[in-house]
């Protein structure tokens, strides 16, 4: 079982349409969740970070913990064509003594007009 | 505005070759990372460094090694490249007690023939 999984897509919605991603992840002590945008060609850049169950809310994206079910998710609100890419959760694992951030593969996204 | 630099953006070797990879940042970070980037895998961390000349082992350190004699500065190294090491390299940078938001650079795309 891998560390952090996700569902490789691609997962393809309208314009204007809600994109739900999700995450599961193996270790629970982990406290730390983040999601991160990776345009083709280009490095990934942190969008949402996350460590308390619930919801975070950050303009047109909000992160979802719930660290019973070890699930996180993203979701898109009114999503554009400009959101198509591909996005990464990463989630802390601690490690003798030091932090480091576990990627799962990936979830490329297509916003179609 | 923050960056992290890697020294080539594309970089074809042959098979034994050694192989460097730069990578310098500007933001005085403690942390620094190098992870590969392989299609269906995502990123997985080969190396990292909390500090000037100290190294832990990533998830796959096997068949590279890193030096770091300056804060800003992070190198990979590949001792005998092998085309199983044909991969995009990112490297990526971080503060103490952030919250563990890494700065990538851009990659490096090697191909060892």
């Known amino acids: 079982q891998k560390e952090v999984e996700q569902n490789s897509g691609p997962l393809s919605v309208p314009e204007g349409a809600i994109a739900s991603l999700n995450c599961t992840y193996s270790?629970?002590?982990?406290?730390?969740f983040f999601w991160y945008r990776q345009y083709s060609g280009k490095s990934p850049e942190l969008i949402m970070s996350?460590?308390?169950?619930g919801d975070k809310e950050d303009g047109r994206f909000t992160a979802q913990l719930n660290k019973a079910s070890q699930y996180v998710s993203l979701l898109i609100r009114d999503s554009q064509p400009s959101d198509s890419a591909t996005y990464l959760c990463?989630?802390?694992?601690?490690?003798?003594?030091?932090?480091?951030?576990?990627f799962g593969a990936g979830t490329r996204l297509a916003v179609h007009p | 505005d923050v960056k992290v630099t890697q020294s080539s953006r594309y970089l074809v070797k042959r098979t034994g070759e050694k192989v460097f990879l730069e990578c310098v940042q500007d933001?005085?970070?403690?942390?620094m990372f190098w992870y590969r980037q392989d299609p269906g895998l995502g990123l997985r961390l080969i190396y990292f460094?909390?500090?000037?000349?100290?190294?832990e082992k990533g998830d796959i350190p096997e068949g590279y090694s890193v030096s770091r004699e300056k804060k800003e500065r992070f190198s990979l190294i590949l001792e005998s490249a092998s085309t199983n090491q044909t991969s995009m390299y990112l490297c990526?940078?971080?503060?103490?007690?952030?919250?563990?938001?890494?700065?990538f650079g851009s990659g490096t795309q090697l191909s060892v023939l």
């Open positions: 990526a940078s971080s503060s103490w007690g952030g919250d563990e938001k890494l700065f």
């Open positions: 270790d629970r002590v982990s406290q730390s």
């Open positions: 996350i460590y308390s169950n």
């Open positions: 990463a989630v802390n694992r601690r490690n003798g003594g030091y932090n480091k951030l576990i």
């Open positions: 933001m005085d970070h403690e942390n």
């Open positions: 460094s909390y500090d000037v000349k100290m190294k």
